[in-house]
Protein backbone atom coordinates (compact mmCIF):
# COMPACT_ATOMS: atom_id res chain seq x y z
CA UNK A 1 0.00 0.00 0.00
CA UNK A 2 3.12 2.28 0.85
CA UNK A 3 4.27 1.75 -2.62
CA UNK A 4 1.48 2.89 -4.47
CA UNK A 5 1.10 6.12 -2.51
CA UNK A 6 4.97 6.78 -3.20
CA UNK A 7 4.73 6.47 -6.83
CA UNK A 8 1.60 8.86 -7.07
CA UNK A 9 3.42 11.17 -4.80
CA UNK A 10 5.92 10.93 -6.95
CA UNK A 11 4.26 11.42 -9.76
CA UNK A 12 2.33 14.30 -8.93
CA UNK A 13 5.02 16.15 -6.54
CA UNK A 14 5.99 19.60 -8.26
CA UNK A 15 3.24 19.58 -10.34
CA UNK A 16 1.27 22.09 -8.38
CA UNK A 17 -2.45 20.60 -8.84
CA UNK A 18 -4.61 22.93 -7.86
CA UNK A 19 -7.49 20.69 -5.34
CA UNK A 20 -10.34 22.21 -4.02
CA UNK A 21 -12.05 20.87 -0.67
CA UNK A 22 -16.15 22.08 -0.46
CA UNK A 23 -16.14 20.85 3.24
CA UNK A 24 -13.18 23.61 4.64
CA UNK A 25 -14.79 23.62 7.94
CA UNK A 26 -14.17 19.68 8.48
CA UNK A 27 -11.06 19.22 10.60
CA UNK A 28 -9.96 15.57 8.59
CA UNK A 29 -9.80 17.78 5.38
CA UNK A 30 -7.72 20.65 6.87
CA UNK A 31 -5.58 17.98 8.43
CA UNK A 32 -4.94 16.36 5.31
CA UNK A 33 -4.61 19.38 3.29
CA UNK A 34 -2.08 20.77 5.57
CA UNK A 35 0.24 17.43 5.28
CA UNK A 36 -0.49 17.93 1.57
CA UNK A 37 0.80 21.54 1.12
CA UNK A 38 3.38 20.77 3.51
CA UNK A 39 4.87 18.08 1.59
CA UNK A 40 4.07 19.70 -1.37
CA UNK A 41 1.90 17.76 -3.43
CA UNK A 42 -1.16 19.92 -4.25
CA UNK A 43 -2.38 23.44 -3.81
CA UNK A 44 -5.22 23.39 -1.27
CA UNK A 45 -8.70 25.60 -1.60
CA UNK A 46 -10.45 25.49 1.24
CA UNK A 47 -14.40 26.09 0.62
CA UNK A 48 -16.67 27.27 3.39
CA UNK A 49 -17.62 29.89 5.97
CA UNK A 50 -13.87 32.13 6.83
CA UNK A 51 -15.29 32.35 10.56
CA UNK A 52 -16.39 28.18 10.64
CA UNK A 53 -12.68 27.15 8.63
CA UNK A 54 -10.85 29.06 11.23
CA UNK A 55 -12.77 28.34 14.44
CA UNK A 56 -12.09 24.87 13.17
CA UNK A 57 -8.45 25.55 12.65
CA UNK A 58 -8.19 27.24 16.24
CA UNK A 59 -9.98 24.40 18.05
CA UNK A 60 -7.14 21.76 16.69
CA UNK A 61 -4.11 24.26 16.12
CA UNK A 62 -4.15 24.46 12.84
CA UNK A 63 -2.00 26.90 10.73
CA UNK A 64 -3.81 27.77 7.35
CA UNK A 65 -1.37 30.68 6.81
CA UNK A 66 -0.54 28.90 3.96
CA UNK A 67 -3.69 27.44 2.53
CA UNK A 68 -5.94 29.63 0.75
CA UNK A 69 -9.85 29.82 2.08
CA UNK A 70 -12.76 31.20 -0.18
CA UNK A 71 -15.73 31.93 1.32
CA UNK A 72 -18.79 31.75 -1.14
CA UNK A 73 -20.92 34.29 0.25
CA UNK A 74 -18.05 36.38 0.76
CA UNK A 75 -16.27 35.89 -2.99
CA UNK A 76 -14.89 39.15 -4.62
CA UNK A 77 -18.36 40.63 -6.78
CA UNK A 78 -16.69 40.24 -10.32
CA UNK A 79 -15.14 36.69 -9.71
CA UNK A 80 -18.76 35.65 -8.89
CA UNK A 81 -20.34 37.45 -11.89
CA UNK A 82 -17.71 35.92 -14.19
CA UNK A 83 -18.64 32.44 -12.66
CA UNK A 84 -22.52 33.28 -12.97
CA UNK A 85 -22.36 33.65 -16.43
CA UNK A 86 -19.86 30.57 -17.28
CA UNK A 87 -22.60 28.51 -15.09
CA UNK A 88 -25.53 29.98 -17.08
CA UNK A 89 -23.71 29.63 -20.17
CA UNK A 90 -23.01 26.06 -19.29
CA UNK A 91 -26.06 24.59 -18.60
CA UNK A 92 -27.55 26.57 -22.13
CA UNK A 93 -30.62 28.01 -21.26
CA UNK A 94 -32.13 25.03 -18.58
CA UNK A 95 -30.95 27.22 -15.23
CA UNK A 96 -31.03 31.20 -14.75
CA UNK A 97 -28.98 33.87 -13.22
CA UNK A 98 -30.80 34.10 -10.50
CA UNK A 99 -30.96 29.96 -9.79
CA UNK A 100 -26.99 30.06 -10.85
CA UNK A 101 -26.64 32.28 -7.96
CA UNK A 102 -28.34 30.21 -5.17
CA UNK A 103 -26.16 27.22 -7.01
CA UNK A 104 -23.30 29.46 -6.39
CA UNK A 105 -23.67 29.85 -2.76
CA UNK A 106 -23.37 26.14 -2.17
CA UNK A 107 -19.92 25.63 -1.72
CA UNK A 108 -20.12 21.57 -4.08
CA UNK A 109 -21.46 23.57 -6.98
CA UNK A 110 -19.09 26.57 -6.03
CA UNK A 111 -16.18 24.25 -5.69
CA UNK A 112 -17.25 22.44 -9.19
CA UNK A 113 -17.35 25.57 -10.98
CA UNK A 114 -13.64 26.19 -9.90
CA UNK A 115 -13.02 23.07 -11.62
CA UNK A 116 -15.19 23.87 -14.53
CA UNK A 117 -13.28 27.03 -15.05
CA UNK A 118 -9.64 25.82 -15.00
CA UNK A 119 -9.02 27.93 -11.07
CA UNK A 120 -8.99 24.14 -9.90
CA UNK A 121 -7.93 21.02 -11.89
CA UNK A 122 -9.76 18.67 -9.49
CA UNK A 123 -12.27 18.20 -6.30
CA UNK A 124 -12.29 16.11 -3.27
CA UNK A 125 -15.95 16.08 -1.21
CA UNK A 126 -18.46 13.69 0.48
CA UNK A 127 -16.79 13.92 3.95
CA UNK A 128 -20.00 15.65 5.07
CA UNK A 129 -22.20 15.22 2.39
CA UNK A 130 -24.51 12.73 0.54
CA UNK A 131 -22.79 11.37 -3.04
CA UNK A 132 -25.29 12.74 -4.58
CA UNK A 133 -24.70 16.09 -3.90
CA UNK A 134 -20.87 15.99 -5.27
CA UNK A 135 -21.67 13.54 -8.51
CA UNK A 136 -24.67 16.14 -9.66
CA UNK A 137 -23.34 19.39 -9.96
CA UNK A 138 -20.16 17.47 -11.28
CA UNK A 139 -22.46 15.83 -14.00
CA UNK A 140 -24.37 19.22 -14.64
CA UNK A 141 -21.37 20.98 -15.20
CA UNK A 142 -18.11 19.50 -15.82
CA UNK A 143 -19.73 16.38 -17.76
CA UNK A 144 -18.53 13.48 -19.14
CA UNK A 145 -15.21 13.03 -21.29
CA UNK A 146 -15.43 12.65 -24.52
CA UNK A 147 -16.43 9.51 -25.34
CA UNK A 148 -18.19 8.60 -22.56
CA UNK A 149 -21.59 9.27 -21.81
CA UNK A 150 -22.00 8.38 -18.47
CA UNK A 151 -19.36 8.21 -15.10
CA UNK A 152 -18.81 4.79 -13.53
CA UNK A 153 -16.65 3.67 -10.27
CA UNK A 154 -13.11 1.45 -10.13
CA UNK A 155 -11.73 0.18 -7.23
CA UNK A 156 -8.25 -0.17 -7.18
CA UNK A 157 -7.51 -3.85 -5.44
CA UNK A 158 -4.43 -4.02 -3.50
CA UNK A 159 -2.19 -6.90 -1.45
CA UNK A 160 1.53 -6.81 -1.56
CA UNK A 161 3.00 -6.12 -5.08
CA UNK A 162 -0.83 -7.50 -6.51
CA UNK A 163 -2.59 -4.38 -7.91
CA UNK A 164 -5.99 -4.90 -9.97
CA UNK A 165 -8.43 -2.86 -11.04
CA UNK A 166 -12.53 -4.03 -10.64
CA UNK A 167 -15.12 -2.39 -11.93
CA UNK A 168 -18.13 -1.27 -11.91
CA UNK A 169 -18.44 -1.58 -8.19
CA UNK A 170 -20.16 1.71 -7.39
CA UNK A 171 -22.13 3.52 -9.75
CA UNK A 172 -24.48 1.39 -12.88
CA UNK A 173 -26.41 -0.93 -11.50
CA UNK A 174 -27.21 -2.81 -14.60
CA UNK A 175 -25.30 -2.04 -17.33
CA UNK A 176 -25.66 -3.09 -21.18
CA UNK A 177 -23.44 -3.93 -23.62
CA UNK A 178 -22.25 -0.44 -24.06
CA UNK A 179 -22.71 0.97 -20.82
CA UNK A 180 -20.08 -1.92 -19.91
CA UNK A 181 -17.91 -1.37 -22.87
CA UNK A 182 -17.85 2.35 -21.89
CA UNK A 183 -16.81 1.32 -18.37
CA UNK A 184 -13.75 -1.43 -20.13
CA UNK A 185 -12.38 1.45 -21.60
CA UNK A 186 -12.74 4.09 -18.47
CA UNK A 187 -10.89 1.34 -16.30
CA UNK A 188 -8.08 0.64 -18.81
CA UNK A 189 -7.04 4.66 -17.92
CA UNK A 190 -7.78 4.60 -14.79
CA UNK A 191 -5.45 1.58 -14.42
CA UNK A 192 -2.46 3.51 -16.34
CA UNK A 193 -3.22 6.07 -13.81
CA UNK A 194 -1.91 3.45 -11.09
CA UNK A 195 1.02 2.30 -13.53
CA UNK A 196 -1.00 -0.84 -14.28
CA UNK A 197 -0.77 -1.57 -18.08
CA UNK A 198 -3.96 -3.23 -18.55
CA UNK A 199 -4.89 -6.29 -19.38
CA UNK A 200 -8.82 -6.00 -19.41
CA UNK A 201 -10.98 -9.08 -19.02
CA UNK A 202 -15.21 -8.66 -19.34
CA UNK A 203 -16.14 -10.80 -17.22
CA UNK A 204 -19.09 -13.58 -17.54
CA UNK A 205 -20.27 -16.96 -16.09
CA UNK A 206 -18.91 -18.38 -19.81
CA UNK A 207 -15.50 -18.34 -21.66
CA UNK A 208 -15.35 -17.82 -24.97
CA UNK A 209 -19.17 -19.22 -25.54
CA UNK A 210 -19.22 -21.71 -23.18
CA UNK A 211 -22.70 -21.51 -22.10
CA UNK A 212 -25.78 -20.01 -24.14
CA UNK A 213 -27.30 -17.01 -22.89
CA UNK A 214 -28.42 -13.56 -23.61
CA UNK A 215 -26.48 -12.30 -20.29
CA UNK A 216 -23.32 -14.07 -22.53
CA UNK A 217 -24.50 -12.63 -25.76
CA UNK A 218 -23.85 -9.08 -23.72
CA UNK A 219 -20.44 -9.54 -22.74
CA UNK A 220 -19.40 -10.86 -25.97
CA UNK A 221 -21.14 -7.75 -27.46
CA UNK A 222 -19.56 -5.53 -24.91
CA UNK A 223 -16.23 -6.67 -25.79
CA UNK A 224 -16.48 -6.37 -29.20
CA UNK A 225 -17.65 -2.37 -28.66
CA UNK A 226 -14.96 -1.57 -26.24
CA UNK A 227 -12.41 -2.70 -28.82
CA UNK A 228 -13.88 -0.19 -31.63
CA UNK A 229 -14.43 2.54 -29.08
CA UNK A 230 -10.17 2.11 -28.17
CA UNK A 231 -8.45 0.39 -31.21
CA UNK A 232 -5.41 0.95 -29.41
CA UNK A 233 -6.37 -0.98 -26.31
CA UNK A 234 -8.22 -3.64 -29.08
CA UNK A 235 -5.11 -6.49 -28.22
CA UNK A 236 -5.80 -5.58 -24.52
CA UNK A 237 -9.64 -6.20 -23.59
CA UNK A 238 -10.94 -9.66 -24.16
CA UNK A 239 -13.96 -11.53 -23.23
CA UNK A 240 -15.79 -12.97 -22.56
CA UNK A 241 -14.12 -15.01 -19.52
CA UNK A 242 -15.16 -16.27 -16.63
CA UNK A 243 -12.99 -15.29 -13.59
CA UNK A 244 -10.66 -18.18 -13.16
CA UNK A 245 -9.84 -18.11 -17.06
CA UNK A 246 -9.13 -14.48 -16.61
CA UNK A 247 -7.01 -14.49 -13.57
CA UNK A 248 -5.28 -17.71 -13.12
CA UNK A 249 -2.69 -18.76 -16.47
CA UNK A 250 -3.10 -22.60 -16.60
CA UNK A 251 -7.21 -22.33 -16.82
CA UNK A 252 -6.82 -19.27 -19.28
CA UNK A 253 -4.23 -21.28 -21.51
CA UNK A 254 -7.18 -24.19 -21.15
CA UNK A 255 -9.66 -22.31 -21.72
CA UNK A 256 -8.92 -19.50 -24.37
CA UNK A 257 -5.55 -20.69 -25.67
CA UNK A 258 -5.90 -17.78 -28.05
CA UNK A 259 -6.07 -15.28 -26.08
CA UNK A 260 -3.66 -12.36 -24.80
CA UNK A 261 -6.02 -11.71 -21.83
CA UNK A 262 -6.97 -14.75 -20.42
CA UNK A 263 -4.94 -15.87 -17.14
CA UNK A 264 -3.41 -12.68 -17.25
CA UNK A 265 -5.67 -9.94 -16.42
CA UNK A 266 -5.97 -7.03 -14.48
CA UNK A 267 -8.51 -4.90 -14.67
CA UNK A 268 -12.15 -7.22 -14.25
CA UNK A 269 -15.40 -5.75 -16.04
CA UNK A 270 -18.37 -6.86 -14.10
CA UNK A 271 -21.39 -7.19 -15.83
CA UNK A 272 -23.57 -5.54 -13.31
CA UNK A 273 -23.34 -3.91 -10.41
CA UNK A 274 -24.08 -6.51 -8.22
CA UNK A 275 -21.64 -8.57 -9.26
CA UNK A 276 -18.87 -6.13 -9.18
CA UNK A 277 -20.16 -5.23 -5.60
CA UNK A 278 -19.85 -8.58 -4.50
CA UNK A 279 -16.96 -8.86 -6.06
CA UNK A 280 -14.45 -6.73 -4.45
CA UNK A 281 -15.82 -7.18 -0.96
CA UNK A 282 -15.12 -10.90 -1.38
CA UNK A 283 -11.70 -9.79 -2.46
CA UNK A 284 -11.16 -7.53 0.71
CA UNK A 285 -13.08 -9.46 3.59
CA UNK A 286 -11.74 -13.05 2.40
CA UNK A 287 -8.70 -12.16 0.13
CA UNK A 288 -7.30 -9.76 2.37
CA UNK A 289 -7.14 -7.38 -0.21
CA UNK A 290 -7.29 -3.33 0.34
CA UNK A 291 -10.31 -1.44 -1.29
CA UNK A 292 -8.92 1.92 -2.61
CA UNK A 293 -12.21 3.83 -4.19
CA UNK A 294 -14.68 4.16 -5.50
CA UNK A 295 -12.36 6.41 -8.12
CA UNK A 296 -14.98 7.92 -10.28
CA UNK A 297 -14.47 7.48 -13.72
CA UNK A 298 -15.45 9.14 -16.95
CA UNK A 299 -15.77 12.71 -16.07
CA UNK A 300 -13.99 15.50 -18.01
CA UNK A 301 -12.10 16.89 -15.07
CA UNK A 302 -11.34 14.39 -11.50
CA UNK A 303 -14.19 15.05 -8.77
CA UNK A 304 -14.05 12.41 -6.34
CA UNK A 305 -16.45 11.53 -3.52
CA UNK A 306 -15.01 10.68 0.17
CA UNK A 307 -17.23 8.27 2.11
CA UNK A 308 -18.62 10.03 5.38
CA UNK A 309 -17.02 8.35 7.39
CA UNK A 310 -13.96 9.11 5.88
CA UNK A 311 -10.71 9.75 8.30
CA UNK A 312 -8.21 12.20 7.60
CA UNK A 313 -5.56 9.47 6.19
CA UNK A 314 -8.34 8.70 3.64
CA UNK A 315 -9.22 12.59 2.45
CA UNK A 316 -5.02 12.98 1.99
CA UNK A 317 -5.08 9.51 0.35
CA UNK A 318 -8.24 10.32 -2.10
CA UNK A 319 -6.59 14.41 -2.62
CA UNK A 320 -3.18 12.76 -3.82
CA UNK A 321 -5.42 9.95 -6.84
CA UNK A 322 -7.50 13.38 -7.47
CA UNK A 323 -4.06 15.08 -8.84
CA UNK A 324 -2.68 11.97 -10.20
CA UNK A 325 -5.83 12.07 -12.19
CA UNK A 326 -6.09 15.36 -12.92
CA UNK A 327 -2.07 15.02 -14.33
CA UNK A 328 -3.09 12.01 -16.81
Request: hydrophobic letters at 45%; proline letters at 4%.
Amino acid sequence: MVELFEQLKQKISGENKVIVFPEGEDSRIQGAVIRLAKEGLIKPILLGSEQGILSTAKANGYDLSDIEVIDPSNYDKKLLAQLNAALVERRKGKTDADTASKWLQDVNYFGTMLVYTGKADGMVSGATHPTGDTVRPALQIIKTAKGSSRISGAFIMQKGDQRFVFSDAAINIDVDAETMAEIAVQSAQTAKVFDIDPKVAMLSFSTKGSAKSPLVDKVSEATKLAKAMAPDLANQIDGELQFDAAFVASVGAAKAPESSVAGHANTFIFPSLEAGNIGYKIAQRMGGFEAIGPILQGLAKPVSDLSRGANEEDVYKVAIITAAQALA
